[in-house]
Each structure stands twice: as C-alpha cells, then as structure tokens.
T-cell receptor, first 110, second 112 residues
C-alpha cells in the first residue's frame, strides 16, 4: 500500500461544469501522475508532476489542468467538463522507479 | 521512443491450464519492464518488474515473466490458472525521462 487516496471515488456531473479530482499521498514522493483509463486504450497520461509547482503535459492533456501546491496533493481540474471526459481517472506515484496507483475515480459527464 | 504492444486483447483459458499473455516492447535501450494486474472495478496492482538483474522474473500469485532481448518480448506466464486470475493485465515500459507507456491491456477469462 503506497498510501495513495483519491477523492471523490465517484462523481456524476453535467456538461460545462468544472470538476476537480484530488490525489493525496502520505509518503512524500516527488513524482505524481494522472491517467485516464478507457476501454481499448489502456492508461493514457494526462499530466504529471515532478515537484511542487512543477508539472508537465502528457499524451491527452487537452481540456485538463493540474496543480501541485503541496508535495502530498496533486489536483486534476476539468475546467468545463465534456462527455468525452467520462472515464476512470487514476493517480499514481513513482517510488523510486516503479509506479503505484490509487484506487481510481469514476467520472460520468452527462 | 518507447512503446509496448500487447498482442492479445482477450485470452481465455480453462482453470488449471497454463496462462500466456504476450507483450513486445520497443526501446532504444535495455529498459525496465512491468506487468500490472487490474481486477474488476479495482486499481492497478504491481505483478512483477524487470530491472536487468535477472531475465526470469517471479511475481506475485505464481506469475512470472521472461525478458528476451533478442525477441524484444516480456511475456507473462503462469503454470496453472485459477479463477481469481480473471482480470485485465497491462505491460508497461518507462522512458528515459519521467513517463511510463502502457499497453492496451489483455483481458484474461478463466473458464471453470
């Protein structure tokens, strides 16, 4: 158990509303990641962070932003949710060369 | 650039028979490689990892994988499937920076 929690675990929202997902870790790891999982695509990287206030884009970053103001928290924001962002979102940490994942957040955008 | 290809999107085996899940990688160097398992409605759990110490890697729940550089493969095997092995399996390769690349997954069905 890498001490990773995600909140909320489930969320239903409407198109056009902002949504923020939170990833929290208890072990002070430097690297944190946000992925989305969709059938037939595996996991695709949205954004990652390599330190407080240090972030970079992944393969599918359009429509998403992130923030990391504390080592333990990595936030993913959908500024204006769309139906194409309905997915399961996973947070991960890297320690030191292996990723460990949170339990996931299932997001439905109606 | 690094990438992985999981050659089968679905594999079905009978309980008690061997499991083979295939993964080929593309890398400009000898990489680390990982297998993760995801049970229905769960997160991803590390099954095993290769980090160049030994080409045959043993993981949890009786799984193992062999790194074959000449074939650029890292296939996952288990001698005898159990019902609890039914899950999605992902092969993963990191790049030289900070990113990890996932295969599209193999869904394993175990038939009683």
């Amino acid at each position: 158990d890498a001490g990773i929690t995600q909140s909320p675990r489930h969320k239903v929202t409407e198109t056009g509303t902002p949504v923020t997902l939170r990833c929290h870790q208890t072990e002070n790891h430097r690297y944190m990641y946000w992925y989305r999982q969709d059938p037939g695509h595996g996991l695709r990287l949205i954004h990652y962070s390599y330190g407080v206030k240090d972030t970079d884009k992944g393969e599918v970053s359009d429509g998403y932003s992130v923030s990391r103001s504390k080592t333990e928290d990595f936030l993913l924001t959908l500024e204006s949710a769309t139906s194409s962002q309905t997915s399961v979102y996973f947070c991960a940490i890297r320690a030191p060369d292996t990723q460990y994942f949170g339990p996931g957040t299932r997001l439905t955008v109606l | 650039a690094q990438s992985v290809t999981q050659l089968d999107s679905h594999v079905s085996v009978s309980e008690g028979t061997p499991v083979l899940l295939r993964c080929n990688y593309s890398s400009s160097y000898s990489p680390s490689l990982f297998w993760y398992v995801q049970h229905p409605n769960k997160g991803l759990q590390l099954l095993l990892k290769y980090t160049s110490a030994a080409t045959l890697v043993k993981g949890i729940n009786g799984f193992e994988a062999e790194f074959k550089k000449s074939e650029t493969s890292f296939h996952l095997t288990k001698p005898s499937a159990h019902m609890s092995d039914a899950a999605e399996y992902f092969c993963v390769v990191p790049d030289t920076g900070n990113q990890f690349y996932f295969g599209t997954g193999t869904s394993l069905t175990v038939i009683p």
